[in-house]
C-alpha cells in the first residue's frame, strides 16, 4: 500500500511539469490552421488541396510548428514569411485588403435600401380600391349606357 501511494506520488511529481506545458501551449492543430491557409502552388485551401508535394510540405511544416506549441497566429506568421501574404486564406482587414470586407457589406446595404424603395412604390402602385377611387370621376353619359346596356340583356 506504502508502494503504491509512493508510485502515485511519484508519477505526480514527474507528470506536474509535462501538464504545466500542456496548459501553456497553445491549443491548435494542423487541420485548424489548413482551415484558414492556402497551397501557394494550387490556389486552393491547404485543407482541401491535393498530395501535392508542395501541399505536403506546407502540411509537415505546420504539424512541426504545433509540435513546438506555436499558436495559430505565430503558424500562419512563419508561413507568410515563407511563402508570402497570398498564402492565408482570408486577407488580414487593413488597407486595401479591407474592401474585401467592405465592398460585400456596402453591396448588401445597397440591395437592402433598393428592395426596400422598390417595395415601398410598387405597394404605392397597386393600392387598390384607394387608387382607383382617386381617378377622374364618372362620365354621367358612360353612366347612362351602362345601365341601358344591363337593362338589354336582363332575363
Not at 502552388?41 to 508542395?54: D, I, N
Not at 508570402?84 to 486577407?91: H, K, Y
Request: include cysteine; hydrophobic fraction near 50%.
Amino acid at each position: 500500500m506504502k508502494a503504491l501511494a509512493a508510485a502515485l506520488a511519484l508519477a505526480a511529481v514527474l507528470l506536474a511539469p509535462a501538464a504545466a506545458v500542456a496548459q501553456s501551449c497553445p491549443q491548435t492543430s494542423l487541420a485548424a490552421v489548413e482551415a484558414e491557409v492556402m497551397c501557394p502552388v494550387c490556389g486552393t485551401p491547404l485543407g482541401l488541396a491535393a498530395e501535392a508535394p508542395q501541399a505536403e510540405r506546407q502540411r509537415a511544416l505546420i504539424q512541426r510548428l504545433v509540435e513546438r506549441c506555436r499558436s495559430k497566429e505565430e503558424i500562419k506568421d512563419v508561413l507568410v514569411g515563407q511563402y508570402g501574404p497570398s498564402v492565408l486564406a482570408l486577407p488580414e482587414p487593413e488597407g486595401f485588403n479591407l474592401g474585401a470586407y467592405v465592398v460585400p457589406a456596402l453591396a448588401l446595404l445597397l440591395a437592402a435600401g433598393g428592395l426596400a424603395v422598390a417595395a415601398r412604390r410598387w405597394r404605392r402602385r397597386g393600392a387598390g380600391p384607394a387608387a382607383a377611387a382617386s381617378g377622374p370621376p364618372p362620365d354621367p353619359a358612360a353612366d347612362e349606357r351602362l345601365d341601358a346596356d344591363l337593362r338589354r340583356y336582363e332575363l
